[in-house]
Structure formats: structure tokens, C-alpha cells
């Protein structure tokens, strides 16, 4: 089936069987590499992606499902070839990560709660993170990083929206 | 855990969807995805054609009218969480919502997969058994309200007819007195199937004596159970602790449980009444007024 | 993963007529849920095909049903296997019939074991669908036998 | 003290290069390699614990489009050699495909190649396959009974280890002790289970006579298991080993995976990709982690000094055995953990069962170990109404005692345990977190104080592989490093081995810039193929920071000298007179200096100002065999194990509802000491990842069979990972005893977070319970347990 989809704001056209997930359609089909499979039943988290700047599992939508939406993977969070966002930067400050393989979909969550909540608590990112599993850091300095990224954004007055 | 093939159609209305549904019996509708997809996934469901709702406008919707809020079946769950209808007239299930899945699932979940689906703990097929809401089902002879009481049959089983589609729900809206509202679950992680959950809701009269009461136990049998005793027991009391704890003891003492790897069916039924009290009395104290909860 | 199933159901049929029922292949074919075809292969011996299908989940599978240690019109012994899509499943149940006023008790005590797929991912739901399908059985026994729709007496 | 005192690079605050690409997406995972006309395939696993394969049946899934083959065992077992085994069982054989009968539910039995993943799951359903069904065996002390059904009919028997071990007085000891007591603990068997499964692309060059490989692995000796498998020259296997592994911890071994994948890109001359699904990963990715039963006993005194320990210790490895029941053997190396027990049994045993095969897990055996240990400690102090961190800091080898060698023959390196205890007491306020649970008990919860104490054994060796398999006399266990200046004066540095987040690159760069003197950050870190590697152990064993760290800075040395001798050379003077900084050399009497470029400009351009006997350029590389390491165990299995030993002290608060029982971590606080610390994020990220990991195991994740050995828990709804949500937040009291056998003084911290953490919560949830006199003996403890303990100690339904 032909499909129109808006990826990280550009048009792509794809022909993808129905049974093809957004997740297999955006690697496969897209080459979006960055979004990563880790259980395909929705429950780990690393296949998130922003559907209309909410978090959402590539995993549990079908690329049929997805056209008129605007999808954003982290290849549409970086500023530039080689510029990292403040949020993405902000986690290379504090580590808040080792394999990765969870990091874009963390990093997605997190871009969506900074959107939403410019100044979370502690426990507002760790609601904001709860639907990632991450197998390597225990969460402190993902958190740290996202908390990093708020005090960053705030003092330097970007629009959430901008990162 | 690639899906079986599968065509995907994609109907303007509900009449058209249940024309498509009608007479295949291949053919599965699909909303949200949030749990079908999934079952597709494993292979455990095997559809030869997905018939896909979402996007009928006129089943995404919440109304207040009045009686109750009808909430159209592919209501996104997130939609209704954030919805003002919602927070201020059904307020047990503004309660509830943020305990279906995670942020990402209610994003893309919606209200009637949830009900249609009815996973043993679900969040808001119990909120519906509690609040004994009706739902609105229709294949191609034409639409008929099936009480949620009557709905849930065993474990993603229920009422609802071969070749039928879940259009709306409607949720009574209770009017009299001051209404408060309960929720509590028990998981093994904060965002998992519950073993047990309990959902309340209460209205309290002029001089503080309880006019109304629903409370329901969801994952803990193979279907959410409204505990109708309770409220029977508990209209017109002041719903102390000891009477409120009384009244659930009796009402689950032959509460059939689950028994899995997770949780044992007599810590089920046990955490069913603790759950129920609590949830009873954080809903009479929001009642109340006081922001007290247990 | 380890189920039983027991229980004890009236039905409005006399002992005689049930047992038949219960040993003929076409009104078992009509009553097993999702049962498609049944056919002897030998002496209370039958190669079955199901299409079970439970809320969304469906799957096809092939098996065995054997009948023994029967002493009509009261007692039998069900075994079962089959595989297929989903898993695969053995089971033994033992049927017992009592006249009783106005018809018949249906006694039956088994257990089974399900395993594979679904036995590795629905374990939190399963016990309770089989509860079901057997319940289904039971119904669709009585409205058989019943003639007219049947209540069901005991939630199954 | 470590050679280098104070440090320019190492210890510092220094940003993990390897982060950039991960936070963008622009990371290699193998599932992101795909080579032009890759097949996918896709394995059929046997849906029974045990039955013989009757007959395979592949004609339909054969003809179906777009399928371009199906293999089954024998095919397979006809062209390939049986995967290694750790011990001396070679009956035990063990192919990627079951071999004329299925050994536990989940073995691969066929494997179906496609165009596309789809296709090949398509086509695998149309595989028939006629099993009859065989007995079976699922319990271990089932299994260890000679009367048990052997899962292999030619080894005879279900036992693949059963050695008895006596170090010391034992039993004379026990005699003579004024106190004793017995247990017995369960580790549940779980696992790390990564959130990237194993995956594997093979693909095989007829023109080339190359076999490519790239793989989600942390494997020691990978591309050695897979020629010997497929039956090639080494040479003709070359490993990829710049793919980006998604998480392992331990399990990321995939040899079955691929010498599967390495044959069927032969037989179909073109790239095979296999990349487990997730219900494949669970149940026959043979990627389970130990089920180990302890019984213990302690021999002490009235003041709670244990002079003598017997341990059994019986692990149901499951249906194959690779290197899992050497997790038995590493333990030997602090069985002791960090206390004076003067005598030690161990008898340890590994059987086989009908259930899923296991991998090296996280501490290779230490976290069950240490479970055990600390246990017993708390039950030390209850037995004699004694502090239970008392009793620790009385049984504690003190600072002055080191180096210390344990009745099994190790030496442990250093440590100042009393230091770390004393901080994190400080630290925590100890006095006032009991009286914190004390309130929350009178408050109508029950609450927990628990404690517990863990060594982590870091640097890795191999020399448990002798200790439980006398034919295998491996003493080598190295890791090597190589640097080389460009004409330009770049540096650049190559590692022999995939990392899985460990942050090596920044580790290499940091110590090569610390021998160098020049700004890590300025070097680039390059990995080479298997063909192009120095020896390299991979990173298991919490071994890098001493090993690659070691070879980064021992290679950064000689290059270092090369620098200095060419300058000594230009003023004909004795190098030893020169100093180094900077990358130059400079002649201190007179002041005169040659920079780092005057000397990159000699040893590349000028040969004829090179010192007579000097190679020109600038490439140096090192080797470096595991410190202590290189000794064969003695007849009584008295062995050195690994170099050096860091410290753990947990201290957890925990409160339980008492009517749901669910366990509420109010504070956790860690005292750790791992030497010297190299990069303060990575050791950091470490701890809390191991903690978190630990959690798992104590209280949410276990792989649960049936009574029919089939898998419960093959997906994420029932094997049940910490989210963020789970994890309180840790706060970690910081301490260093440099190692002597190191360059820095470092030591390993990848492991121990994972090592104390199930005891110490299982130590907090079992005083919280002691009031009602309950006791949790086996992980993980699920909140029903704690419930329905609870409701039966106080007469409830």
C-alpha cells in the first residue's frame, strides 16, 4: 500500500505491506536507523517515537496507521549534521547513558515532557521516563541529564519547541 | 514477530465498518492497536483483513448530556485524560486514567479498544462496571446499549456480537451531593497489569450520610466485578472504617480470584477488600472535601 | 502450564439421551467450541480439527480425542491432545452422569497442560479462557439438549 | 600504590566520547547492517522439553515465495564441529540446531531463510514436524540423582561438574566452634537480559574466501569458536568488532547464532542476517543466567567471628552447557568474600536439565555467591542478638592485613573495608536511619534495615577453566592496545574488542593521554576486525580498566621512550637525562626542548636523525597478561584467581505495607571502592546500573517453567525489567585503595552493584519481616509472597 507519511518535517512516500509497523517501515523503508526494536509488544519502550509531539511505540502503530501524523525520530532532534540539541547534549554532560540502544526513545520521552512541562520535578521525569526500559544506567543520570536540559533551556530562554 | 499478512481497509463511517465486518469473519477492527497489535505481533491473533476506526470523526467525541458523558469509542484514552468533561463530571474515571499503560499507550490507546478488549485489568472496562455505565454497540442490523454489568464474559471476552462495532460509552453522571472518587491498584511495577485494583466513587448527602455508592474490583477474577453488597450495605451509613471495612470483607469472601505466577488468587481476593476500603474512603474524604487520602 | 476444570452442571435431559450425546461425533463437533470436523479413526478414537478463536486471538488445531473406560450410561474418560498455531495441549477429564429430577447432573474433574506461545505469553489470562471455553461446552450441551435457550444455571 | 600518584587525565570529569553517536542515532547496531542481498532467517524451536525429532516435514514452507532455504540438525551437525563446552563432558554435544531429539522447550530445531523476516516467519509455521514425546527432567537435585533421566544418553549421567573442594581445618574447625548454623538459599534463575536481543549478520565472499561477521557480542575467543565450528582457518573469519552492542552484561555470547548464520550464507552464497525476536531471544537464545540452590553452614564464636564455612552449591544449567558451569568455579576466587573465615567446603555441582541452556551472567557466579555469604552474616547476628553491622566489621579482613590470602588460594590485592563501612555509616547517619524504621514500625508498616557487604573480584583470568577442567590449561588472559602518530602528529588507537556502553574508547584515549601527557579528547579510537587484532579477552569479569587501561598505558610508555630516546639522540645524551612533557623532551640542564612536532617530523621524515637501530614512524603496541595471573592450580585446587578485589557496602531502608506487601525502598546508600577511579561517569553510570540490575533479581525477574518445562515468562508482560519507577535514587559515599597490580591503582566496577544489591534488599525485606518471624530464603521475593507471609504470620485468610 502507498503511504504519504511527515517525517522529522519532511514528506515521504512508502509503499509498505499493512502488516508493516511504523517501527520496521521507518528502519527499513526510511533508513531511520536510530529508532531501535527491543521487544516488538510495546512494553520496553526503545522503538518511541513523538507522533504529533507525543511519545508513542513505532512497535504498536502499523505504517498504514500513520499518514496525516507528524513523526518525529531522533534524527530530527539534532540541530544540524554534527549539532547536538541541548537536551541531546545534556545527556552526553551527565552520562546518561552506556549501550544507547534505549537512548533515542528516552530522549524522545523527555524532548515530549520538556515540550509539555519546562520545569518538571524529579518525579514528573521519572513518570515522563517509566514507559523506557533502560538495562544499563538505573535511571539516575537520565534523569539528571533531562533535569540538566530544563535548567539549561530555562536560563537560556529557547522556546521548548526550538531544542 | 512479524504479523500474519493482512489487507487494511479503512471506512469513512460506522455503517461502512460494520458492512466490512459483516459476513467476514477474517476481518478485525482496529483502533488505538495498543493491545491488538501485540497479539498481531505473536501471531496470536491472525486476521485476514483490519478494518481501521480511528479516524471516524463522529466516534471521537466527548459529550456532556447532562444524564451522563457519552465518550465516542475511538476517543483517544489521552484525549479523555486531559478532557474538563471528564475531570468534573466522571470524576472516578479522571482518577483512573493515568493508570492504563504508559503516557505513549494512552497517546495512542483509545476509550471503546479498551472496553472492547477487556483485559481482566483494565482500567476503564472497571471504571465502567463501577460507574455501571451502558455501552452502545453496532453491527449492520443497527445499534443496541448493553449494560457494562452484563458486558464482560472472561478474559477478552465479552457481549459483544460477532460483526458488532463498540460506537460510545455513556457513563452515568451522578448528580446528587458532594461526589468523591477512589482509585488504587497493586502491580508488580507501577505501570503494569494490576493483580488487583479498586476503583469508588461516592456521594455524600447534606449532613455527610453516604446517597450513593459504586466500587469495583478489576484484575483480580477474570473480569472487573461491581460489588453491588457493598453498596447496598454502605447507602445511608457515614461510612466509617469499620462498617466500610466490614462490608468488603463480606463482599469478596467469595470473590473468585486468579491465581498466576504474579500473584496468588487468596492475596488477590485479600488486597481486593483492602483495596476496595481504601479506595472507598479516599472517595469519601474527597467527598468530604478534605484532600485526605489514605 | 497446568489448568483444571471441574464442576457439576444439571441438564434438563434424561441420562440416557446425554449419554449418547456425549459419545455421538456430530453433537460433540456441534458443542466443542471452534470444533470444525471429528472423525473416527478408529474405536472411540477421533482426529480433530479446531478453529478456536477467543476475543482476537485465533488458531487452528489439530488432535486426538479419545474415549475410555466407559460404563454407560454413567462414567467416562476424555483424553485429549492437539497442536497447533498457538501451542499445543493434552488434557484428561473424567465425565460422570446421575439422573436427577427433571434431568440429568454432569459431573466432570480434569486437568491439562497447555504449553507454547500461548502458554508463554498469556499465562496471566488462560486459565480463565479455558474456564470459559469449557463453560461455552456446557451451554451449547444444554441448548442441544435443552431445546429451548438454556440458562445458564452456575456461572461456568 | 599504583605507579602514578596524581593523575592529569585520569580521575577527571571527561565527557564519554562514545555518547555523541548514541544521544543522535547515528550508533551501528547490527540490526542496522545490512549488506546488499542479505536473506533473513528465522528458527522453528521444538515446542516440547524433550521428544525426539520423528520427521521434518519442509516441502510447503519450501515452495512458498521468496524462501530460499530450510536446514535441519543433521544437515547442519554433517558440516560443523559441536559448540565448545566448559568442562570435561565432550559427550555433552551441542549444535546451533537439536540433532535428532529436542532438549528443552525452545531448542532450535530448523532454521528457514527468506527475502524477508516476514516471509521466513510465514514459512516456518509451514514446517511439520513429528515429535514423539520423551521424559523429562526440570529440578536439578532431580536431575543430580544417578536414577534421573539424562538429558544426553551418551554422557550417562546429568552431571556436568561435581567437584568437592577442602580449604583448611573445616572440619576440626566446625568441631571445636562454640556455634553453628545451616541454611539454605535460592537464587532464582534470572538473567540480564539486554534490551537488544542477540543478532548476527554472516555473510561469505566465495571470491574472497572471507567470512564476514558482524555480531551483538561480548565474547571472549569469538572468532576462534566460530572458524573451529565451521570448520575454517581463523584467518578466513573476520569479526567485525566496530558494531555498537546494545547491552549485555554477560549473555552476548550468540556462537550458535552464528555458526547458524556462518553456514547458511555458505550454502546460499549470500549475507544471512539473524536477529532474534524477542520470544526467541527468551526462551532459546540460551541466554538464561544461574539457578543455584546453597546449603550453608557456619562454624563461630560468641562474639560472631566465623572461623569455618561448608557450602554446597548445585546449579541446573540447563540442556547445553558452554562456559555456564564455570560460574561455579570464579567464586573460589573470594569465597570468602571480605571476612577472615579461617576454613572453607565447597562442593560444587553443575546439572544438566530439560530446561533453556545458560550464559555467563553479570559477576560470572559472585552475585549468588555473595547472596549466600551475606546471609549468613545476618544470621550470624541473629543468632546471637549481635548488630548485624557489628558482626560484619568484626569478621571484616582489616586494611592492615592486606595483601590477604584466602584459604582457596587467592590473594586479594588491597582494601580498607572498615574505612568504607565507617563513611557510609557517617554518611547515612546510621543511628538515625534505625530509628527512622523504628518509626515507620510504629507507625503500622513493617520496615527493614538491611546491610550487606560485597567484593567484586575484578581484571578477570581464566584460571577457574583449569580449577574445574584439568584438561583445559589456559593461563593466558590479556588484552592489548596499539597507538600510532600519523605524519601530522595525530594520535590514534586501536582496540581489539566490541564494547556493549562501557565507555572504552574514552577509557583507552584517557589512559594513553595520561602516558602521553596530551589531551585524550585529541585522539581518535578506532577498532580493528578480528583479523587485524592484537589478543584480546573482550570485556567480561570487570576487566578493562585494569586490562585495556593497563595496555593503553603500558603501549603509551613506549612510545614515550621512542619520543625521548630521538630526542636523546639528536644531543647524543643519555635518554634517562631527558624529561618528558607534553609529547616533547626537553634536556633540563640546559633548557633546551624538541616539541612533539619536531619529534613526529624526525621519526616519520628524517631517517637520517633517527637513532641507528629505530624503526621510522611512530606505532607502538602492548600485550598485557592479567597481573598474578599465569599459575596453574595446585593439586588441592588452591588457585590465584583474579588481581584485584573492589569493595561494596550496602545500606537499604525499607518499608513494607503490611496488607499488600509491597516493599518501598526509602534509602539506599552504597559505600564503594573500586581503586582508583579513571572516569568518575562511567564508574558511576556502573554502580547505579548495577544496583538497578540487582533489584531486578531481588524482588522482579525470574525465568519461570512449568511442571511440563515449558517457559512462562517469554515475553516482557511476564519477565519483569525495573523502570525508572522501580529504582530509588542511590546515593553513592565514594573511597579509594589503589590496587598495586595496576597502573593507576584502578580496579573493576562493572559488576558489583549487582553483587550486593539482591542481598542487601533481601537482608532489609528479611528484618522488616523478622517481627513476625518470617523468613525470605530464595529471589526473587514478589510482593504476593510478602502478602500472603504476612496475612499467615498474623492469622489472616
Given at each position: 500500500?502507498?503511504?504519504?507519511?511527515?517525517?522529522?518535517?519532511?514528506?515521504?512516500?512508502?509503499?509498505?505491506?499493512?502488516?508493516?509497523?511504523?517501527?520496521?517501515?521507518?528502519?527499513?523503508?526510511?533508513?531511520?536507523?536510530?529508532?531501535?526494536?527491543?521487544?516488538?509488544?510495546?512494553?520496553?519502550?526503545?522503538?518511541?517515537?513523538?507522533?504529533?509531539?507525543?511519545?508513542?511505540?513505532?512497535?504498536?502503530?502499523?505504517?498504514?496507521?500513520?499518514?496525516?501524523?507528524?513523526?518525529?525520530?531522533?534524527?530530527?532532534?539534532?540541530?544540524?549534521?554534527?549539532?547536538?540539541?541541548?537536551?541531546?547534549?545534556?545527556?552526553?554532560?551527565?552520562?546518561?547513558?552506556?549501550?544507547?540502544?534505549?537512548t533515542p526513545g528516552m530522549i524522545l520521552a523527555a524532548h515530549a515532557l520538556l515540550a509539555r512541562t519546562p520545569q518538571p520535578t524529579r518525579a514528573d521525569i521519572v513518570e515522563a521516563i517509566s514507559g523506557n526500559l533502560c538495562r544499563c544506567t538505573g535511571y539516575g543520570q537520565i534523569v539528571e541529564a533531562i533535569a540538566l536540559a530544563a535548567e539549561r533551556l530555562r536560563s537560556a530562554n529557547i522556546k521548548t519547541g526550538e531544542t | 514477530m512479524k504479523p500474519v499478512a493482512f489487507d487494511y481497509v479503512r471506512p469513512t463511517n460506522v455503517s461502512e465498518a460494520c458492512a466490512l465486518l459483516a459476513g467476514d469473519d477474517g476481518a478485525r477492527i482496529i483502533a488505538g492497536g495498543q493491545t491488538l497489535i501485540p497479539l498481531l505481533a505473536m501471531r496470536l491473533a491472525r486476521p485476514t483483513r483490519l478494518v481501521?476506526?480511528?479516524?471516524?470523526?463522529?466516534?471521537?467525541?466527548?459529550?456532556?448530556?447532562?444524564?451522563?458523558?457519552?465518550?465516542?469509542?475511538?476517543?483517544?484514552?489521552?484525549?479523555?485524560?486531559?478532557?474538563?468533561?471528564?475531570?468534573?463530571?466522571?470524576?472516578?474515571?479522571?482518577?483512573?486514567?493515568p493508570w492504563v499503560g504508559h503516557k505513549a499507550t494512552r497517546h495512542r490507546g483509545t476509550v471503546g479498544g479498551s472496553i472492547a478488549n477487556a483485559d481482566p485489568a483494565g482500567e476503564i472496562p472497571l471504571v465502567a462496571v463501577t460507574l455501571q455505565a451502558t455501552i452502545t454497540v453496532q453491527d449492520a442490523a443497527g445499534s443496541t446499549e448493553l449494560a457494562a454489568g452484563a458486558f464482560y464474559l472472561g478474559p477478552m471476552i465479552t457481549a459483544l456480537p460477532e460483526g458488532a462495532i463498540v460506537t460510545h460509552i455513556r457513563f452515568p453522571v451522578w448528580q446528587e451531593g458532594r461526589t468523591g472518587a477512589g482509585f488504587h491498584e497493586v502491580s508488580a511495577r507501577r505501570s503494569d497489569f494490576a493483580f488487583v485494583a479498586s476503583a469508588a466513587q461516592v456521594a455524600l448527602d447534606a449532613d455527610g450520610r453516604c446517597a450513593a455508592l459504586g466500587v469495583g474490583i478489576g484484575g483480580a477474577s477474570d473480569t472487573p466485578v461491581r460489588l453491588d453488597a457493598v453498596s447496598e450495605a454502605l447507602v445511608g451509613s457515614r461510612l466509617e472504617e469499620t462498617e466500610v471495612r466490614e462490608a468488603v470483607v463480606a463482599a469478596t469472601a467469595n470473590l473468585e480470584t486468579v491465581d498466576d505466577l504474579h500473584a496468588s488468587a487468596t492475596y488477590r481476593k485479600r488486597v481486593a477488600a483492602t483495596l476496595a476500603r481504601r479506595a472507598i474512603l479516599d472517595a469519601r474524604d474527597e467527598a468530604l472535601g478534605g484532600r485526605h487520602a489514605r | 502450564?497446568?489448568?483444571?476444570?471441574?464442576?457439576?452442571?444439571?441438564?434438563?435431559?434424561?441420562?440416557?439421551?446425554?449419554?449418547?450425546?456425549?459419545?455421538?461425533?456430530?453433537?460433540?463437533?456441534?458443542?466443542?467450541?471452534?470444533?470444525?470436523?471429528?472423525?473416527?479413526?478408529?474405536?472411540?478414537?477421533?482426529?480433530?480439527?479446531?478453529?478456536?478463536?477467543?476475543?482476537?486471538?485465533?488458531?487452528?488445531?489439530?488432535?486426538?480425542?479419545?474415549?475410555?473406560?466407559?460404563?454407560?450410561?454413567?462414567?467416562?474418560?476424555?483424553?485429549?491432545?492437539?497442536?497447533?498455531?498457538?501451542?499445543?495441549?493434552?488434557?484428561?477429564?473424567?465425565?460422570?452422569?446421575?439422573?436427577?429430577?427433571?434431568?440429568?447432573?454432569?459431573?466432570?474433574?480434569?486437568?491439562?497442560?497447555?504449553?507454547?506461545?500461548v502458554a508463554g505469553v498469556g499465562q496471566r489470562v488462560l486459565r480463565g479462557v479455558a474456564k470459559h471455553l469449557v463453560g461455552k461446552f456446557i451451554k451449547a450441551v444444554r441448548s442441544e439438549l435443552e431445546g429451548s435457550a438454556a440458562t445458564t444455571s452456575a456461572k461456568a | 600504590?599504583?605507579?602514578?600518584?596524581?593523575?592529569?587525565?585520569?580521575?577527571?570529569?571527561?565527557?564519554?566520547?562514545?555518547?555523541?553517536?548514541?544521544?543522535?542515532?547515528?550508533?551501528?547496531?547490527?540490526?542496522?547492517?545490512?549488506?546488499?542481498?542479505?536473506?533473513?532467517?528465522?528458527?522453528?524451536?521444538?515446542?516440547?522439553?524433550?521428544?525426539?525429532?520423528?520427521?521434518?516435514?519442509?516441502?510447503?514452507?519450501?515452495?512458498?515465495?521468496?524462501?530460499?532455504?530450510?536446514?535441519?540438525?543433521?544437515?547442519?551437525?554433517?558440516?560443523?564441529?559441536?559448540?565448545?563446552?566448559?568442562?570435561?563432558?565432550?559427550?555433552?554435544?551441542?549444535?546451533?540446531?537439536?540433532?535428532?531429539?529436542?532438549?528443552?522447550?525452545?531448542?532450535?530445531?530448523?532454521?528457514?531463510?527468506?527475502?524477508?523476516?516476514?516471509?521466513?516467519?510465514?514459512?516456518?509455521?509451514?514446517?511439520?514436524?513429528?515429535?514423539?514425546?520423551?521424559?523429562?527432567?526440570?529440578?536439578?537435585?532431580?536431575?543430580?540423582?544417578?536414577?534421573?533421566?539424562?538429558?544426553?544418553?551418551?554422557?550417562?549421567?546429568?552431571?556436568?561438574?561435581?567437584?568437592?573442594?577442602?580449604?583448611?581445618?573445616?572440619?576440626?574447625?566446625?568441631?571445636?566452634?562454640?556455634?553453628?548454623?545451616?541454611?539454605?538459599v535460592k537464587w532464582g534463575r534470572s538473567a540480564t537480559v539486554p534490551i537488544e536481543t542477540f543478532g548476527v549478520v554472516a555473510s561469505w565472499d566465495p571470491w574472497r574466501e572471507m567470512l564476514d561477521v558482524w555480531a551483538s557480542i561480548q565474547m571472549p575467543k569469538f572468532a576462534d569458536q566460530i572458524a573451529r565450528a565451521l570448520r575454517m582457518p581463523m584467518n578466513q573469519v573476520r569479526v567485525h568488532q566496530d558494531v555498537d552492542v546494545g547491552g549485555s552484561y554477560g549473555v552476548k555470547r550468540g556462537i550458535?547464532?552464528?555458526?547458524?548464520?556462518?553456514?547458511?550464507?555458505?550454502?546460499?552464497?549470500?549475507?544471512?542476517?539473524?536477529?532474534?525476536?524477542?520470544?526467541?531471544?527468551?526462551?532459546?537464545?540460551?541466554?538464561?543466567?544461574?539457578?543455584?540452590?546453597?546449603?550453608?553452614?557456619?562454624?563461630?564464636?560468641?562474639?560472631?567471628?566465623?572461623?569455618?564455612?561448608?557450602?554446597?552449591?548445585?546449579d541446573n544449567v540447563g540442556a547445553y552447557a558452554g562456559r555456564s558451569p564455570l560460574q561455579l568455579g570464579k567464586p573460589v576466587g573470594a569465597i570468602v568474600g571480605p571476612y577472615r573465615i579461617e576454613a572453607v567446603a565447597y562442593h560444587a555441582i553443575a546439572v544438566?536439565?530439560?530446561?533453556?541452556?545458560?550464559?555467563?551472567?553479570?559477576?560470572?557466579?559472585?552475585?549468588?555467591?555473595?547472596?549466600?555469604?551475606?546471609?549468613?552474616?545476618?544470621?550470624?547476628?541473629?543468632?546471637?542478638?549481635?548488630?548485624?553491622?557489628?558482626v560484619r566489621r568484626r569478621n571484616f579482613i582489616r586494611a592492615d592485613e592486606f595483601p590477604y590470602l584466602i584459604p582457596s588460594g587467592t590473594t586479594y590485592d588491597s582494601g580498607d573495608y572498615h574505612a568504607v563501612v565507617a563513611k557510609t555509616v557517617k554518611h547515612v547517619d546510621w543511628d538515625a536511619l534505625v530509628a527512622e524504621r523504628d518509626k515507620l514500625r510504629a507507625g503500622g508498616h513493617l520496615a527493614g534495615v538491611g546491610v550487606a557487604s560485597c567484593l567484586e573480584p575484578s581484571g578477570a583470568n581464566s584460571s577457574f577453566e583449569p580449577l574445574l577442567n584439568p584438561k583445559n590449561t589456559t593461563t593466558t588472559w590479556m588484552e592489548s592496545c596499539r597507538i600510532m602518530v600519523d605524519a601530522l602528529g595525530a594520535v590514534t588507537l586501536t582496540i581489539h574488542t566490541t564494547s556493549a556502553g562501557q565507555g572504552h574508547e574514552t577509557l583507552a584515549a584517557t589512559a594513553a593521554g595520561e602516558a602521553l601527557d596530551i589531551d585524550p579528547d585529541r585522539m581518535r579510537v578506532v577498532r580493528a576486525t578480528s583479523l587485524e587484532s592484537l589478543p584480546s579477552n573482550s570485556p567480561v569479569g570487570s576487566r578493562m580498566a585494569i586490562m585495556l587501561g593497563g595496555a593503553a598505558y603500558r603501549a603509551g610508555q613506549k612510545l614515550r621512550d621512542k619520543l625521548v630516546a630521538i630526542a636523546a639522540h639528536q644531543w647524543g645524551m643519555p635518554a634517562a637525562q631527558l624529561h618528558y612533557r607534553n609529547g616533547g623532551a626537553e634536556d633540563p640542564a640546559t633548557g633546551r626542548a624538541l616539541e612533539w612536532p619536531d619529534l613526529i617530523l624526525i621519526a616519520h621524515r628524517h631517517y637520517h636523525l633517527m637513532p641507528p637501530?629505530?624503526?621510522?614512524?611512530?606505532?607502538?603496541?602492548?600485550?598485557?597478561?592479567?597481573?598474578?595471573?599465569?599459575?596453574?592450580?595446585?593439586?588441592?585446587?588452591?588457585?590465584?584467581?583474579?588481581?584485584?578485589?573492589?569493595?561494596?557496602?550496602?545500606?537499604?531502608?525499607?518499608?513494607?505495607?503490611?496488607?499488600?506487601?509491597?516493599?518501598?525502598?526509602?534509602r539506599y546508600v552504597v559505600g564503594h571502592d573500586c581503586g582508583t577511579v579513571i572516569n568518575p561517569d562511567i564508574v558511576r553510570g556502573m554502580t547505579l546500573g548495577g544496583i538497578a540490575h540487582g533489584l531486578g533479581a531481588a524482588l522482579l525477574e525470574e525465568f519461570a517453567f512449568d511442571g511440563e518445562g515449558q517457559l512462562l515468562t517469554q515475553s516482557f508482560m511476564d519477565y519483569l525489567l525495573p523502570s525508572a519507577h522501580e529504582v530509588p535514587e542511590v546515593e553513592i559515599v565514594h573511597h579509594v585503595t589503589p590496587s598495586p597490580h595496576t597502573v593507576f591503582g584502578q580496579k573493576g566496577s562493572g559488576e558489583s552493584g549487582y553483587l550486593g544489591a539482591p542481598a542487601a534488599i533481601s537482608s532489609a525485606i528479611n528484618d522488616a519481616v523478622r517481627p513476625l518471624g518470617i523468613r525470605f530464603e530464595a529471589l526473587p521475593i514478589r510482593i504476593s509472597a510478602i502478602g500472603d507471609a504476612i496475612a499467615r504470620a498474623k492469622g489472616l485468610p
Open positions: 500500500m502507498r503511504v504519504e507519511l511527515q517525517v522529522n518535517g519532511r514528506r515521504a512516500e512508502v509503499d509498505v505491506e499493512p502488516r508493516c509497523t511504523l517501527l520496521d517501515c521507518l528502519r527499513d523503508t526510511l533508513g531511520l536507523e536510530g529508532t531501535h526494536a527491543g521487544c516488538e509488544h510495546g512494553v520496553c519502550g526503545a522503538c518511541t517515537i513523538l507522533v504529533d509531539g507525543e511519545p508513542a511505540r513505532s512497535c504498536l502503530m502499523l505504517a498504514v496507521q500513520a499518514d496525516g501524523h507528524e513523526l518525529t525520530t531522533i534524527e530530527g532532534l539534532s540541530l544540524g549534521p554534527g549539532e547536538l540539541s541541548v537536551l541531546q547534549d545534556a545527556f552526553c554532560e551527565t552520562h546518561g547513558l552506556q549501550c544507547g540502544y534505549c | 481501521d476506526i480511528a479516524r471516524i470523526a463522529d466516534l471521537a467525541f466527548v459529550r456532556d448530556e447532562g444524564e451522563d458523558v457519552r465518550i465516542g469509542a475511538v476517543t483517544r484514552q489521552s484525549v479523555a485524560e486531559r478532557d474538563p468533561i471528564v475531570a468534573t463530571k466522571l470524576p472516578l474515571l479522571a482518577k483512573a486514567l | 502450564m497446568r489448568l483444571d476444570i471441574g464442576g457439576t452442571q444439571r441438564i434438563e435431559a434424561p441420562i440416557e439421551r446425554l449419554w449418547a450425546s456425549l459419545n455421538d461425533p456430530a453433537f460433540l463437533t456441534r458443542c466443542i467450541p471452534g470444533c470444525r470436523s471429528m472423525q473416527e479413526i478408529a474405536p472411540d478414537r477421533y482426529a480433530v480439527h479446531l478453529d478456536l478463536k477467543v476475543a482476537s486471538v485465533g488458531g487452528s488445531f489439530e488432535g486426538h480425542i479419545g474415549l475410555s473406560e466407559k460404563s454407560p450410561p454413567e462414567q467416562c474418560r476424555i483424553s485429549v491432545t492437539g497442536s497447533g498455531t498457538l501451542g499445543h495441549g493434552s488434557g484428561e477429564a473424567r465425565f460422570k452422569l446421575e439422573p436427577a429430577e427433571g434431568g440429568t447432573l454432569l459431573i466432570y474433574e480434569g486437568s491439562g497442560e497447555i504449553g507454547g506461545l | 600504590m599504583g605507579e602514578v600518584a596524581s593523575f592529569k587525565y585520569v580521575s577527571r570529569k571527561r565527557r564519554v566520547r562514545e555518547d555523541r553517536r548514541f544521544v543522535s542515532g547515528q550508533a551501528t547496531y547490527v540490526g542496522d547492517v545490512t549488506p546488499p542481498g542479505t536473506r533473513h532467517a528465522a528458527v522453528l524451536t521444538s515446542p516440547y522439553a524433550s521428544a525426539r525429532i520423528v520427521k521434518i516435514d519442509a516441502s510447503e514452507a519450501l515452495a512458498m515465495p521468496g524462501v530460499d532455504a530450510v536446514v535441519e540438525g543433521r544437515e547442519l551437525a554433517a558440516a560443523t564441529d559441536p559448540l565448545l563446552i566448559g568442562v570435561d563432558a565432550p559427550l555433552v554435544k551441542r549444535y546451533p540446531l537439536a540433532v535428532g531429539r529436542a532438549r528443552y522447550a525452545g531448542e532450535w530445531v530448523a532454521a528457514v531463510v527468506a527475502e524477508t523476516r516476514a516471509l521466513a516467519e510465514d514459512a516456518r509455521e509451514k514446517i511439520r514436524v513429528a515429535y514423539e514425546e520423551l521424559p523429562f527432567v526440570l529440578d536439578a537435585e532431580a536431575a543430580y540423582q544417578p536414577s534421573s533421566v539424562p538429558v544426553h544418553p551418551e554422557h550417562g549421567s546429568n552431571v556436568l561438574l561435581d567437584r568437592p573442594f577442602v580449604w583448611g581445618e573445616v572440619d576440626a574447625t566446625f568441631a571445636a566452634a562454640p556455634h553453628k548454623l545451616a541454611y539454605r550458535k547464532h552464528t555458526v547458524l548464520a556462518g553456514f547458511l550464507s555458505r550454502k546460499l552464497g549470500a549475507p544471512v542476517k539473524l536477529i532474534e525476536d524477542r520470544l526467541e531471544n527468551m526462551r532459546g537464545g540460551d541466554m538464561h543466567g544461574p539457578e543455584r540452590t546453597f546449603d550453608v553452614e557456619l562454624a563461630f564464636d560468641g562474639t560472631g567471628l566465623v572461623h569455618a564455612m561448608r557450602m554446597r552449591a548445585i544438566t536439565s530439560n530446561k533453556t541452556p545458560q550464559e555467563a551472567v553479570r559477576g560470572f557466579g559472585q552475585a549468588p555467591t555473595n547472596y549466600a555469604i551475606e546471609t549468613g552474616l545476618d544470621r550470624v547476628a541473629e543468632t546471637l542478638a549481635l548488630d548485624r553491622l557489628e637501530d629505530m624503526e621510522p614512524g611512530l606505532a607502538v603496541s602492548h600485550v598485557l597478561q592479567v597481573p598474578t595471573g599465569g599459575g596453574l592450580p595446585s593439586p588441592d585446587g588452591r588457585i590465584q584467581m583474579y588481581p584485584c578485589f573492589s569493595f561494596e557496602f550496602h545500606v537499604v531502608l525499607v518499608s513494607i505495607d503490611p496488607e499488600i506487601g509491597r516493599p518501598h525502598i526509602h
